[in-house]
């Protein structure tokens, strides 16, 4: 049924940039809220920012003034810019979203995650 797809993890030098993108498989549920949550091994799994169906955004302190949450409805897709990156920010990251549909009921789901490697 629907999925959450992620994409844009990758390798990048310090204060580099990355865009992630967690988009929905079908057009049958639409994303209402949204949140990325982040993972690295021995480490407990943060928030990173999260965004409402109205727009609303707010961020885990360590992210704060590097990156944004947006998303596009018309794309059934939430982003996360990330801008100055540090190697502390090296994580799987997860996309988490409420989903709503006309003919079914909500739901809520996980993306398989994407690797963000921040190294020289």
């Known amino acids: 049924q629907v999925q959450l797809v992620e994409s844009g993890g990758g390798l990048v030098q310090p204060g580099g940039s990355l865009r992630l993108s967690c988009a929905a498989s079908?057009?049958?549920?639409?994303?209402?809220?949204a949140d990325w949550y982040r993972q690295t091994p021995g480490k407990q799994r943060e928030l990173v920012a999260a965004?409402?169906?109205?727009?609303?955004?707010n961020y885990g302190d360590s992210v704060k003034e590097r990156f944004t949450i947006s998303r596009d409805n018309a794309k059934n897709a939430v982003y996360l810019q990330m801008n100055s990156l540090k190697p502390e920010d090296t994580a799987v990251y997860y996309c988490?979203?409420?989903?709503?549909?006309?003919?079914?009921?909500?739901?809520?789901?996980w993306g398989k995650g994407t690797l963000v490697t921040v190294s020289s």
């Open positions: 988490h979203a409420d989903l709503y549909s006309r003919h079914y009921d909500a739901m809520d789901l």
């Open positions: 079908t057009s049958i549920f639409s994303i209402s809220s």
């Open positions: 965004i409402t169906s109205g727009g609303s955004a």
